[in-house]
C-alpha cells in the first residue's frame, strides 16, 4: 500500500474509533443520573462501569486471535452490532440486572473492534507510532465529547444521546468497506498473548495505566457532582478536562516512540499517571486542579501510542496488540469497581490515594522486565 492509501486507512480507521469510544463513555457519564435511584449505590454503579471493561478486557484477547485468523474487515460486521445494541440502552437503563448484562456484551464487541482497527493501522501505515497517535488521539476527542454531551443530551431526551451515537457507528462502518481486505494478520500459528518478556513488561505498564486514569475518568463526572458542586447536567462539562488533552498527547507520544524509543515514555507517563490521580483531590486551588486534570488526559495518550505501537514488531499483530490493550482494560475493570467499594467508607481523598498507590506496583514490574532485556528499541 502506498503512502497516501495508508494513511487515509489511518483516518477511516481512527473515526471509526472515534464513534465506537462515544458508546463506551455514554453510560459512565450518566451515573450521577443513576447513582442513588432505584436503589443503586455507589458499588453497584462501579459495577455498571467494570462490567463493560470485563467483557473489554476478556475479549481484547479472543480479538486478537479472531483478526489474526479472519482479518481486520470482520470489524464491519461488528460495528453494525453496536450500532444496533446500543440503541437498546434507554429501554434497559433502570433494568439493573439487564444493564449489566447489555454492559458486557457491549464490551466485547467493543474490544474487537478496537483490536480489528489497530490492526489495520499497524499493517497500513508504516509509521507505528505516528498512526498509533493518530488513532489513539480519538479516544480522547470522542470520551471528552461523550463526557461533555451525553448528561446534557440525556436531560433532554432520555433516547437522544444514544440514537446520535448509533447513528455515527452505522456510518462509520461504511468507508470501512473501501480498505483492501486482508486475511490472516499473522502468521499461521496463532499466538494468544505476550510473545516475549518485553511484551510482557509492556503489559504491566498498560495494566497500570489503565488502572489509575480509566477508573478516575468512569468516576470523573461522579467526582465533579461532589467535589466541586457542579449540577449533574453540566457535570460533562467540567469531567472533559480529564480528557481533551490525550489527542495532542496521543500524536506527540507516537512522534517521541518512533524517535527515541518506545519504553521510556511510556514507563515515565504511567508514572506520572499514578502520582496524579493520588494528589488531585487535595488540590484545594480550582485551577491547580483543573491543571492537573488536563495533564491526566495528555500523560495518558503520551504512553498509550508508544505502548500499543510495539506489536508492530510482533509476528502476530492482532494477538499482541489484543494482549497489550487487554493489559490495559484489565486495570480499567478492576478499578472502577473498587474505587465505588472504597467510596462506601472513605471520601475521594483517601480512595484515590490508595489507587495511585497501587498503580505504581506493576510500574516497577514492567520496568524491570523492560530493562532486563535490554529493551531499547521498544
Not at 489495520?120 to 471528552?144: E, K
Not at 431526551?157 to 448509533?166: A, K
Not at 458542586?229 to 462539562?237: A, D, E, I, L, Q
Not at 489527542?247 to 521510556?264: P, Q, T
Request: glycine share 10%; hydrophobic share 55%.
Amino acid at each position: 500500500m502506498n503512502k497516501d492509501r495508508g494513511i487515509i486507512t489511518v483516518l477511516i480507521a481512527s473515526l471509526a474509533f472515534f464513534s465506537v469510544v462515544l458508546v463506551r463513555f455514554s453510560i459512565p457519564s450518566l451515573l450521577p443520573y443513576m447513582v442513588r435511584e432505584n436503589g443503586i449505590t455507589t458499588a453497584m454503579g462501579g459495577l455498571i462501569i467494570s462490567l463493560l471493561w470485563v467483557g473489554y478486557t476478556i475479549f481484547q484477547i479472543v480479538g486478537g486471535v479472531i483478526v489474526d485468523r479472519y482479518g481486520y474487515n470482520v470489524v464491519i460486521f461488528v460495528l453494525i452490532l453496536i450500532a444496533i445494541l446500543n440503541i437498546v440502552y434507554p429501554i434497559i437503563i433502570t433494568q439493573y440486572y439487564i444493564l449489566l448484562i447489555i454492559q458486557f456484551i457491549m464490551g466485547s464487541l467493543l474490544a474487537i473492534t478496537y483490536v480489528a482497527l489497530v490492526s489495520m493501522v499497524l499493517i497500513n501505515y508504516g509509521r507505528g507510532g505516528l498512526g498509533a497517535g493518530i488513532y489513539q488521539s480519538m479516544f480522547f476527542l470522542a470520551s471528552s465529547i461523550s463526557i461533555i454531551l451525553s448528561p446534557y443530551l440525556f436531560s433532554i431526551n432520555r433516547c437522544l444521546p444514544f440514537v446520535l451515537f448509533s447513528t455515527l457507528v452505522f456510518l462509520s462502518a461504511v468507508p470501512i468497506m473501501k480498505v483492501p481486505k486482508r486475511g490472516r494478520t499473522g502468521n499461521s500459528s496463532i499466538v494468544i498473548g505476550p510473545e516475549n518478556i518485553r511484551v510482557l513488561g509492556m503489559g504491566f505498564i498498560r495494566f497500570s495505566s489503565g488502572f489509575s486514569y480509566l477508573g478516575f475518568l468512569g468516576w470523573s463526572t461522579y467526582y465533579v457532582v461532589h467535589v466541586l458542586k457542579v449540577s449533574p447536567s453540566y457535570s460533562g462539562f467540567y469531567a472533559f478536562l480529564s480528557s481533551i488533552m490525550g489527542s495532542i498527547g496521543a500524536v506527540i507520544g507516537g512522534y517521541m516512540g518512533d524517535r527515541v524509543g518506545y519504553a521510556l515514555p511510556s514507563i515515565l507517563s504511567s508514572l506520572f499517571l499514578a502520582i496524579i490521580v493520588a494528589v488531585i483531590p487535595r488540590l484545594s486551588i480550582f485551577y491547580l486542579m483543573a491543571f492537573a486534570m488536563l495533564m491526566l488526559g495528555f500523560l495518558y495518550g503520551f504512553y498509550a501510542a508508544p505502548s500499543i505501537a510495539i506489536s508492530k514488531f510482533t509476528k502476530n499483530v492482532g494477538a499482541a496488540s489484543g494482549f497489550l490493550n487487554f493489559m490495559s482494560q484489565l486495570g480499567g475493570s478492576i478499578s472502577p469497581y473498587l474505587i465505588g467499594f472504597l467510596l462506601q467508607y472513605y471520601n475521594f481523598s483517601v480512595t484515590l490515594l490508595l489507587i495511585g498507590v497501587i498503580a505504581i506496583i506493576p510500574i516497577i514490574i514492567g520496568a524491570i522486565f523492560l530493562i532486563m532485556r535490554g529493551a531499547n528499541y521498544i
